[in-house]
Each structure stands twice: as C-alpha cells, then as structure tokens.
C-alpha cells in the first residue's frame, strides 16, 4: 500500500519561504511522475509543480515560476518543494500526489496516489 506524507507547512509572512517534503513509502519510486497540488478553501485543487520519474523534466503553474523549486531524491524517496517570496495568494492546503506511470502534468487525473496535506498560510 502506497502512502504519502508531507511536511514542512506553516505560516509565514509574505515574502518568506517554505519548504515542503513528502516522503512515499509503498511506491516504486522511479518509475512515475510525482507533483504538488493546492487547494484553497472554496477553490477547485490546482496543480503547482510536477517533476518527471528521473528528475530531468518540470513544470510549474504560472504563478509558481520563478519562486517554486520542485524537486525529487530517488534514493530517499522524497519529494520537495522549495517556495521563495510567497504571497497571500499561495495560502492552501499542498497536496504530494505520484502515479505508477504515465504523462507528466499538473492534471489531478494524471495521479494515483494523494498524501493528506499539509497547510500554508501566507500573511501579508
């Protein structure tokens, strides 16, 4: 059984930074695509960030270029998100989502697999 844990939530002010993990356990690591979604309350869950099975390849939101790293370890089986100058607007719960296999992408039908969240709040 495949699960996902986050980590690394918090309240910051704008302009700060977090740093997000997700550890997976259960799961062939390297074989799948693996991503961070958001969903903030009365919003649809969005894509932020996805990284391909062998970390070569990323994509990010718009709104998260240029201030969202995300990355993975094949070795530890983790999976981060490093976020700079964060707004008001970044404040949601992220999500650590992976597939078995697959097309890359911030579509929430592209993963099998979801972690519980893990909360950013963003004052300004």
């Known amino acids: 059984q495949v699960h996902l844990v986050e980590s690394g939530g918090g309240s910051v002010q704008a302009g700060g930074s977090l740093r997000l993990s997700c550890v997976a356990s259960g799961y062939t690591y390297s074989t799948g695509c693996m991503a961070w979604f958001r969903q903030a309350p009365g919003k649809e869950r969005e894509g932020v960030a996805s990284?391909?099975?062998?970390?070569?390849?990323?994509y990010y939101i718009d709104s998260a270029k240029g201030r969202f790293t995300i990355s993975r370890d094949n070795i530890t089986k983790m999976l981060y998100l490093q976020m700079n100058s964060l707004e008001p607007e970044d404040t949601a719960m992220y999500y650590c989502a992976a597939q078995r296999s697959g097309t890359c992408g911030l579509a929430p039908r592209l993963y099998d697999y979801w972690g519980q969240g893990t909360q950013v709040t963003v004052s300004s």
């Open positions: 990284i391909s099975p062998s970390g070569s390849r990323t």
